[in-house]
């Protein structure tokens, strides 16, 4: 089963599947499958919203898993698994749908991996939530058809996707039709968009720090009318800027500063800055009435100044800053992203900056800085490897913490790698030296063998003079595209299994013949991180290395695994 959520940076676009909780209230009373579906068919029920308006509640999504069970009712049918894509769209090719993708894979192999509920087709309150694509027609299509059953059920009604009755033509043209819509929606938005902006009308899109959002009762657009409460420290920012104060500087700056009731200063979503979203909002030109299209501030064609737009924005005479200020600004930044196209003037320094590049390092992400930050919390930012230049090159390449609200913590890569290394080999040689890889088959197999000895028999049929080609044309093609798709999946089992298998079978020779990712792979396995904590005081920064001042957490997964295999556990989480 798949779950695209990470507690530590909610979001409201997720993925995830899990079996349906009815069935799995059964279960944990000892129950089982066969009992609770006495009968009826088993199906899964697919969700999915487009933009969740509200909190990342996915209470859409849960509205339509109630529907679908209860219309599955209606057919004999019981929902078994739920899969579902919040705020994820359906009608852009380039956006990936994980649980649509792994609900195709479980009908085609006619049940869900980890658990084996069978799985005989899906049911969505309208067939625009599974497909809207032709490509996601035809795979779910092909699913339902390897099924043997080809069960799918859109609100009440049960269609046929199966059976070339007509219904097949019907689904793939209402598919390529809304598919030719969507296109048709978006240019219309962009040329909107487009002619807005040449306009100087105000710009959509979510809520900006600075702004109000939009109020239909006020008649207020988004973006429109300044916020009293952030606008300030909008300006603040620019201005420190300007002034060449450093991102991390106004960083740690903004998230230390409390408004009057004693509040932090959150960005529009409502959470701490960063030194990208300070980036973001002291780069765009908004602040001061401009706006960039086609990678050019847009310009009033009769007197080729600027032109600014419909929104409120900063009073150079008020706010101190305006459209120099910004072009002051943009002369010192260099990523790309921060200038939205627009073209940036190269420079002999610049030319010469883009020369060097920092390499990678082996314990970078797996390092965190231990020092108590500006916020008087635990900073646990990774540290990040680094390369030792000037006066400071003949100590060698050095670990940092970045973090705008910290501080930082700093080490010299060489003494760090060469402890942390031992310390991992140690344990592997310890938990996995003969150990022998174990694999998991992958489910397809038989069904990929049948797919291909069926295309054989039919294609040897073609050559004996037993069938005409046109009559078996498309048959082939969709026996084709069959095994080209359980064949990619096949691949992907077996890079999954590969994975998995890392440490097994572990030697120091492994580890010698290893690239850099996989030993950062490795590394990943067995550590979820190390701690490195500042020098103290009187010690001062030329010190010696002191490794008791790194403190390492190992995976408590695979200390559960090696206790059950009667093996010792790794050393303890605060042992350096």
């Not at 933009?51 to 019981?78: E, S």
């Not at 299994?497 to 097994?504: A, D, F, Q």
Request: proline share 5%; charged share 30%; net charge positive.
């Amino acid at each position: 089963m798949i779950d695209t959520r990470n507690p530590a940076r909610p979001t409201k676009t997720f993925s995830r599947s899990y079996v349906a909780p009815e069935l799995q209230a059964h279960l944990d009373q000892g129950g089982t499958v066969e009992e609770w579906l006495a009968g009826r068919t088993p199906i899964a029920s697919m969700a999915r919203i487009s933009a969740d308006r509200l909190k990342g509640d996915a209470i859409g999504i849960g509205r339509q898993h109630k529907n679908n069970a209860r219309n599955a009712a209606l057919h004999n049918c019981a929902v078994v698994m739920c899969y579902e894509d919040n705020n994820v769209t359906a009608a852009k090719r380039e956006v990936i749908r994980p649980a649509f993708l792994q609900m195709v894979k479980d009908i085609t192999h006619g049940y869900e991996d980890e658990t084996g509920i069978p799985l005989k087709g899906c049911i969505a309150v309208e067939r625009e939530r599974v497909y809207r694509l032709p490509r996601d027609f035809i795979a779910l299509q092909d699913a339902l058809v390897l099924n043997g059953t080809g069960t799918f059920i859109e609100d009440k009604t049960a269609l046929n996707l199966v059976d070339d009755d007509g219904t097949i033509i019907a689904g793939l043209v209402t598919s390529g039709t809304g598919e030719a819509e969507v296109r048709k929606i978006r240019k219309r938005t962009q040329r909107n968009a487009k002619d807005r902006a040449e306009e100087g009308g105000v710009p959509g899109g979510p809520r900006r720090f600075g702004w109000l959002g939009a109020e239909k009762r006020e008649g207020r657009l988004g973006n429109e009318k300044t916020n009293p409460a952030e606008w300030p420290y909008l300006i603040h920012m620019i201005k420190k800027r300007a002034d060449g104060r450093s991102w991390r500087h106004i960083t740690g700056w903004i998230n230390r500063e409390k408004d009057g009731s004693g509040n932090p200063i959150l960005t529009a979503r409502g959470g701490k800055w960063s030194e990208q979203g300070v980036k973001g909002a002291v780069t765009n030109p908004a602040w001061w009435g401009g706006r960039i299209l086609d990678g050019e501030i847009i310009k009033d064609p009769d007197t080729g100044e600027p032109k600014l737009g419909k929104w409120e924005y900063a009073d150079p005479e008020v706010d101190q800053v305006g459209y120099e200020t910004w072009k002051q600004i943009m002369a010192g930044v260099d990523a790309n992203r921060l200038h939205r196209g627009m073209v940036k003037p190269h420079t002999s320094e610049t030319a010469e900056g883009d020369t060097t590049r920092v390499g990678k390092y082996l314990f970078s992400g797996t390092l965190r800085c231990g020092r108590i930050n500006d916020l008087d919390e635990v900073c646990y930012s990774k540290l990040s490897g680094n390369k030792a230049t000037g006066k400071n090159a003949k100590y060698g390449d050095y670990y940092r913490c970045g973090d705008a609200n910290c501080k930082g913590v700093g080490r010299r890569v060489a003494p760090v790698d060469k402890y942390l290394e031992e310390l991992v080999l140690a344990y592997l040689d310890k938990h996995f030296s003969g150990t022998k890889p174990r694999t998991t088959p992958w489910r397809g197999t038989s069904k990929l063998a049948g797919l291909v000895i069926q295309r054989k028999k039919i294609k040897d049929s073609v050559s004996n003079g037993e069938a005409d080609w046109d009559d078996v044309h498309d048959m082939i093609a969709r026996l084709n595209r069959n095994i080209k798709t359980l064949e990619a999946e096949e691949q992907e089992h077996l890079r999954t299994e590969s994975k998995r298998n890392l440490l097994r079978g572990w030697s120091r020779e492994k580890w010698k013949k290893m690239e850099l990712d996989e030993k950062k792979e490795v590394i990943s396995q067995v550590l979820t991180s190390v701690v490195v904590l500042p020098v103290p005081q009187e010690r001062g920064d030329k010190a010696p290395f002191d490794p008791n001042l790194l403190k390492v957490s190992w995976r408590k997964d695979k200390q559960a695994r090696t206790q059950s295999q009667g093996q010792e556990s790794p050393p303890k989480s605060d042992v350096a």
